[in-house]
């Protein structure tokens, strides 16, 4: 109800700027993708655009959405035919001919950087993963210092509903410097609410 309300308040006030706002309320009970930070999200990014069998599947999702909004803003699709055209676009590899045009006009591709500093949190109990909190995960991604520093941030190795066994990998930080990545581990140990797991019950 708040997000209706929310998108209600914000298309309103675009039309008294004479701007056309469409709002897509969507699910934001976990991060978007595997990666948060710069380079980590650019991977995702890309990962998309090449059809990589790797791609987070949410992130694919969530761009297709998006754009077969833009497109029927735009008059370029119908409501009912949108999704299927963004689909197409990305399918052909359209879409990733006009990223790589856009890179090269703004200064050429470049690999994203990565983290010299790491460390895997692992599920120290068996059961599902059932609860991510948002706060702590983007408290610990700028404590590893993010979004500054391009290759640091987090890397999802879990989603919600996952089944995990102790010893399973939840996450990774990333960080550009020792100390960086202790100031985060440090915050980490703290709160160890980052990501909740309920042992299965028969």
Same mark, same amino acid.
């Given at each position: ?10 298309? !309103? ?18 991060? !978007?993708?595997?990666?948060? %930070? ?5 991977? +995702? ?7 990589? @069998? ?8 969530? &761009? ?5 909004? !833009? ?19 990305? +399918? ?30 692992? &599920? +120290? ?16 991604a700028k404590l590893?210092?993010? @979004? ?6 987090? +890397? ?7 089944? !995990?066994?102790? %010893?399973? @990998?939840l996450f990774e ?29 028969l």
């Amino acid at each position: 109800e708040y997000a209706k309300e929310l998108s209600n308040q914000l298309e !309103v006030t675009g039309e008294a700027l004479g701007l056309q706002v469409l709002c897509h309320i969507s699910d934001g009970q976990q991060p !978007v993708g595997y990666g948060i %930070g710069p380079a980590l999200e650019a991977r +995702d990014i890309i990962a998309v655009l090449q059809n990589s @069998p790797l791609a987070p599947s949410d992130l694919k999702d969530r &761009s297709l959405s998006i754009a077969a909004k !833009v497109l029927e803003m735009g008059g370029i699709a119908s409501s009912k035919d949108s999704l299927a055209k963004a689909s197409s676009l990305l +399918d052909s590899g359209k879409a990733w001919s006009k990223f790589q045009a856009i890179c090269e006009a703004q200064g050429g591709m470049r690999t994203p950087p990565q983290a010299e500093y790491r460390y895997e949190l692992c &599920s +120290d109990r068996a059961g599902i993963a059932c609860y991510i909190n948002n706060r702590v995960i983007s408290k610990l991604a700028k404590l590893a210092g993010a @979004p500054a520093a391009p290759a640091a941030g987090i +890397d999802f190795k879990t989603r919600l509903g996952n089944i !995990v066994e102790v %010893g399973t @990998p939840l996450f990774e930080l990333h960080a550009e410097t020792k100390g960086e990545l202790e100031y985060a581990i440090d915050f980490l140990r703290s709160h160890p609410e980052a990501i909740k797991i309920e042992e299965e019950t028969l």
